[in-house]
């Protein structure tokens, strides 16, 4: 079976600009999380996804929103981009979600 | 205090030697307890889950769960250079699905 895909690997973006981050589950999945991994903060939960309905919802702000098509696939945005964003983004997937969940390579987002 | 503790590291012990991790937890509603592996540039990735007090066995691997005491443990028979990683404790509360509290990880170095 194949992995948890994550595209794109890296990205480089300035202040205000916003972006986009996509992640594919593993077959089958139709749980998606996504956390923000950061040296300072570690690995923080942004947000959960589950037959398209936000299950779990972490502590950041509104500018970083998410969703999830019927086949599983997951898409998180970050609008208005600060500094602070720069940050190793990963999805993970799981059957229900609250089994084991299975990390994705990341994306690596640099804000200038 | 942060809902799940590690102490940072490194830590280091030489080659064929039995590495210990520990991992603290605050909320006593926590049931399910993972360990990943996360090498330098790499994403987590998942080495063993424990549900139920006692220890968990796979391969060199051993996790120990103490519900009571709120503590999980991870030890690493055998230690080789190949375990030089960051070992990262997941927590899962009951009721909240896909979401994982992470600790800040505990930096492993094997040395030959």
């Known amino acids: 079976k194949a992995g948890v895909t994550q595209t794109p690997r890296y990205l480089i973006k300035t202040r205000g600009q916003q972006v986009t981050l996509s992640c594919s589950p593993i077959?089958?999945?139709?749980?998606v999380s996504w956390y923000q991994q950061t040296p300072g903060q570690g690995l923080q939960f942004l947000f959960e996804?589950?037959?398209?309905?936000?299950?779990n919802k972490g502590n950041f702000p509104g500018r970083f929103s998410g969703r999830q098509f019927s086949n599983s696939r997951s898409e998180m945005n970050v609008s208005t981009l600060e500094l602070g964003d720069s940050a190793l983004y990963l999805c993970?997937?799981?059957?229900?979600?609250?089994?084991?969940?299975?990390f994705g390579p990341g994306t690596r987002l640099t804000v200038l | 205090q942060k809902e799940v503790e590690q102490n940072s590291g490194p830590l280091s012990v030489p080659e064929g030697a039995i590495a210990s991790l520990n991992c603290t937890y605050s909320d006593r509603g926590s049931q399910s307890f993972f360990w990943y592996r996360q090498y330098s540039g790499k994403s987590p990735e998942l080495i063993m889950f424990i549900y139920s007090n006692g220890d968990k066995e796979d391969g060199r691997f051993t996790a120990q769960l103490n519900k009571a005491s709120q503590y999980v443990s991870l030890l690493i028979r055998d230690s080789q250079p190949s375990d030089s990683a960051t070992y990262l404790c997941?927590?899962?509360?009951?009721?909240?699905?896909?979401?994982?509290?992470f600790g800040q990880g505990t930096e492993l170095s094997v040395k030959p």
């Open positions: 993970a997937s799981s059957l229900t979600g609250e089994g084991t969940q299975y």
């Open positions: 077959s089958g999945h139709r749980s």
């Open positions: 996804y589950f037959s398209e309905t936000q299950r």
């Open positions: 997941a927590v899962n509360r009951d009721n909240q699905g896909g979401k994982l509290i």
